[in-house]
């Protein structure tokens, strides 16, 4: 029987040529998060089925039909967490971490939901999560939202916007929800087949659908914005405020409802016109109820989540995406004493001069073969040992990249040696 060695559908592979961008994000993400007092999290992959059932809603895309669900050996249903939020509210309930402390947390890594893949959609992707616990805002929803500017800022990302929008309280949800279906039953014709499922059970989702055929008569429905309670009203006057004050530029779109069911008061979302249809890349919002409804005492909070791989094409688009850093010394070995005394010496340089990379010829062939991978290598400078060289205390050092010579070098200094040539490599020619 033979296997099959194609990915899943839909699951990517991240080759080192690829690697320079995420890299680029996430380090800028995490030195970001942690200047703003945000601490990393790590949570399981992997959770009890009815954790993201009850946390996301049954009537959304995500439970009726993108979870990756099943059995273990135990008979357990799990499920591939499609985000993090559930998760990590779930830890902080099963740790005893909430008793009326805040936190500040953000996490990274893959997310699976069965999607039909396309370019900037696929089934396992990847999200920096952030989360912020025990603060009512709007405070920090102005802070989440700044932060997530200095972000693009710092990566040289510009064509990103933000939408914003109150769903107000679940109560005053209530009220609009029944002006909604109220409106859809008169337009019921003009439904699609998952809109008039949720007609039922979820009719604010409607307003989420992604079948154009859907826009006209999305367009015509009443506004929760006309329904906001006036504490939430407040709220998002001095979101809208605060974000003014601070300089940074926003929509109001009345129609921004996001995906999940847990949301309540701010919602927010980054939109990009340069990557087609795939056009959100950051979104997230206010869950004062979420965590009370895990079982949790109740807390608020408020976190985002923003998708790694529409980030790193942005990224690469706007030409930021760093080029693959190159060795800086390639060591040439010939000889067999030579060789075997290389690899101690090699390991001495890189005790004196950690922040370099050498690359240590392996594997032997002529020295023909050994300046070609050199040369290959990208290496500024090459470092010759023969036995030869090693038989007088000496090894050559050889500029790749310019016009100068070959030196030698007595070994005891070729630590400075090394730092001398590179520096000299990085002039600019005379
Ligand atoms: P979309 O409207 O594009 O389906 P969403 O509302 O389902 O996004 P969220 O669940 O809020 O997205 O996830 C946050 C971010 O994760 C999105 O803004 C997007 O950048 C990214 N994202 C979501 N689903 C995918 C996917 N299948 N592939 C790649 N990125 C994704
Ligand atoms: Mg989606």
């Not at 009345?254 to 016109?273: C, H, N, Q």
């Amino acid at each position: 029987m033979t296997v099959d060695i194609q990915p899943i559908r839909g699951m990517n592979d991240v080759l080192p040529a690829q690697i320079g961008a995420w890299q680029r994000l996430e380090d800028c993400a995490r030195e970001l998060l942690a200047s703003y007092g945000y601490e990393e999290i790590r949570v399981p992959v992997v959770e009890h089925t009815a954790l993201f059932k009850r946390a996301i809603g049954e009537y959304t895309d995500v439970v009726e039909k993108e979870m990756y669900t099943f059995c273990d050996q135990g008979g357990e249903s799990l499920t591939l967490r499609p985000e993090a939020t559930a998760g990590i509210m779930r830890a902080l309930i099963s740790n005893g971490m909430l008793r009326g402390q805040r936190h500040k947390l953000w996490c990274v890594g893959p997310m699976f939901r069965h999607e039909r893949p396309q370019k900037g959609r696929y089934r396992q992707f990847n999200q920096i999560d952030v989360e912020a616990v025990g603060v009512p805002g709007p405070d920090v929803d102005a802070e989440l939202i700044a932060l997530t500017t200095r972000l693009w800022r710092r990566l040289g990302i510009e064509r990103v916007r933000l939408e914003i929008n109150s769903l107000g309280t679940p109560e005053s949800r209530r009220a609009y929800r029944e002006k909604l279906v109220g409106y859809f039953r008169a337009h019921e014709g003009a439904l699609d087949a998952d809109s008039r499922r949720r007609l039922e059970g979820n009719p604010l989702r409607i307003l989420d659908s992604k079948n154009p055929e859907m826009r006209a008569v999305v367009a015509g429905a009443p506004l929760l914005t006309d329904h906001l309670d006036p504490e939430s009203r407040e709220h998002f006057d001095a979101l809208c405020a605060a974000l003014t004050s601070i300089g940074i530029p926003f929509q109001i779109n009345p129609r921004l409802v996001r995906g999940l069911d847990y949301y309540s008061r701010t919602v927010f979302e980054w939109i990009t016109d340069a990557l087609g249809s795939q056009d959100a890349v950051c979104s997230g919002g206010r869950y004062d109820g979420l965590i009370a409804q895990l079982g949790g005492e109740p807390t608020p909070g408020i976190g985002f989540a923003m998708g790694v791989e529409r980030v790193v094409e942005l990224l690469l688009q706007a030409g930021q995406a760093p080029a693959a850093r190159a060795a800086d010394v390639y060591v040439v070995v010939s000889g067999a004493r030579a060789t075997a005394a290389g690899i101690g010496l090699v390991e001495r340089l890189r005790d004196e001069l950690p922040a370099r990379r050498f690359d240590l010829n392996l594997g032997g062939g002529n020295f023909k073969a050994q300046f070609r991978r050199a040369d290959r290598s990208g290496a500024a400078l090459a470092l010759i040992l023969g036995d030869d060289e090693l038989a007088r205390g000496v090894a050559g050092v050889k500029p790749l990249r310019n016009e100068a010579g070959q030196s030698e070098c007595p070994l005891p200094e070729l630590a400075a040696a090394i730092e001398a040539a590179l520096a000299g490599a990085a002039a600019p020619a005379e």
